[in-house]
């Protein structure tokens, strides 16, 4: 018995790995954002949202942050030993346990000790970088000195906030006298390669090597880099010594 060929083929399709696309399921949640439980309703259970996949409204989000910061300061904690149980008991009257354990993860590391309690390292970039965006987000430019002196003051004291962290979240103005600081949030921009590369040139027609790569870094393929990137969709330039790019 003999198999039949019914024809030939010279081409294939070959699986590749892609960046996933979550714009549209964030979309959705935030339709509905979880901002706390109801006034009336919430006497130290569980939260409403169990069996619910929920996002955080922002604003909610920093105020379970500034529950768990202000414990650590009362309590003379060490950023880097901060207790769950602890939290759960003493916060537990005013949020959901679930919100601030999400939130204790969120911005911070878990781990256990010897004894096996869980402790939290809170993360000193992401908290700073969380307070900036709560600065930034109903302004439309800040003067970049007072916004730092602003900003310091308003971390957890111990913390100290730095420009770098703000990679991706804020966009500097060096160009302008006095120097400004505005939001960007790189999630906030086009999913699509080339859409996301007008936007940004959009707002800016040259840009600083430095400037532009928190906002391509997602974009780039597997072993792919930002000069490659740039390299394909902008034309390279060099301002006063400092490496650019433009359309």
């Not at 009336?40 to 768990?68: C, N, P, Q």
């Amino acid at each position: 018995m003999h198999a039949q060929i019914w024809g030939f083929s010279n081409c294939y399709w070959e699986l590749r790995r892609q960046r996933p696309r979550l714009k549209k399921l964030k979309k959705l949640l935030m339709e509905n954002p979880y901002d706390g439980p109801a006034v009336g309703s919430y006497a130290g259970g569980g939260a409403g949202t169990e069996g619910f996949w929920r996002i955080l409204d922002f604003d909610y989000e920093m105020k379970l942050l500034g529950h768990v910061t202000q414990l650590v300061d009362s309590e003379s904690w060490s950023f880097s030993r901060v207790p769950l149980s602890a939290c759960l008991e003493e916060l537990g009257s005013f949020e959901p346990k679930a919100m601030i354990e999400h939130c204790l993860n969120c911005y911070g590391r878990r781990y256990s000790i010897e004894d096996g309690q869980v402790m939290h390292a809170l993360d000193e970039d992401k908290v700073c970088r969380a307070t900036a965006q709560l600065l930034l987000q109903n302004a439309v430019k800040f003067n970049l000195s007072e916004f730092q002196e602003v900003w310091q003051q308003s971390v957890p004291e111990g913390m100290s906030a730095r420009l770098d962290q703000l990679r991706g979240l804020a966009l500097l103005d060096r160009s302008t006298k006095p120097e400004t600081i505005s939001l960007l949030r790189e999630e906030d921009l086009p999913e699509d390669t080339l859409e996301r590369f007008n936007s940004l040139f959009s707002l800016r027609e040259k840009w600083m090597q430095d400037d532009i790569e928190p906002y391509i870094q997602d974009l780039c393929g597997e072993k792919q880099t930002t000069g490659a990137l740039l390299t394909k969709h902008a034309r390279s330039s060099v301002q006063s010594g400092f490496k650019g790019v433009m359309t």
